[in-house]
């Protein structure tokens, strides 16, 4: 068996180092890095029996699978894509490791039940939608903002559909979303200006609030921001993205192999 990643840029990503670790070098996993997703697509038909996807492909491959799971027709995306008889299978194993986080986070909530809990979404691309949809699926209040709030209101509308519900507020409203948001996962790949416009009540002291956000590379919401916000709220935790990649990874390298990964081999990558 082979697999591999499709994405631009790519050449940074730990996803070789973590299925490596996952399986002892058993399996291998290739960069298929390349602007046109066409031709990596190709890469994959030819070549590999199964591959993860990222930005900026995870919808145009979402329209490219013959068989849909069911997480991933509420994502509206998908980040893995597996060779069956049946024919190309699309899953969303961000959604599934997402899901996991924020049932860690809730099971540390137990004081608000999960249908009160709000959790504001930043950024409404593939890792966007995938974190919307695993709240959703939890019963958890949805928020969606986007730079393009048209964006926000189509996945919005996508929901509806599903038999799920979100509000979309704009970009302007950061302050006070953040402020009222128990949750909050950053999926918008640089920073916005409304971050630097927090003050310190808006992490809210005294009450529980947890940041998450999807870019490990060049995160937006820093070190320093981080420093920040726990020295104000000492109840506030952040998890960066690299603990979402290792439970994005813990779940889609499952579906790729049937065989379940070394969780802490990967663990010790990061």
Known sequence: MKFGLIGYPIAHSMSP??????YDGRFPYDLIQGEDFEASYRSFL???????VTAPFKELAYAKADIISEECR????????VKTPEGVK??????????????????????????AIKVLIVGSGGAGKAA?????????????????IE??????????????????????????????ADIVIYNIPTAIPQLNELTDSDFTPGRPKHT????????????????RMTEVNPLARHTGGRTWLLYQALTGYEIFTGERPDLPKMSAVL
Not at 159 to 180: H, I, K, M, N, Q
């Open 74 to 81: 509420l994502a509206k995306a998908t980040n893995l894509l």
């Open 151 to 180: 964006r926000a209101e189509k996945l919005a509308e996508d929901f509806r559909t599903t038999g799920y519900d979100a509000e979309v507020r704009p970009l302007e409203d950061f302050r006070s979303s953040f402020r009222e």
């Open 132 to 148: 919307a949809a695993a709240a959703a699926l939890l019963g958890m209040k949805v928020v969606l903002m986007n730079r393009s």
């Open 90 to 115: 699309a899953y969303n194993s961000d959604l599934l490791g997402v899901r996991l986080w924020l049932s860690e986070v809730a099971e540390g909530l137990k004081r608000i039940p999960p249908t």
């Open 17 to 22: 180092s973590l299925f490596k670790a996952a």
């Open 46 to 52: 030819e070549e590999y029996d199964g591959i993860n």
């Open 212 to 227: 998450m956000e999807a870019n490990y590379k060049d995160p937006s919401l820093d070190e320093a921001f981080v420093k």
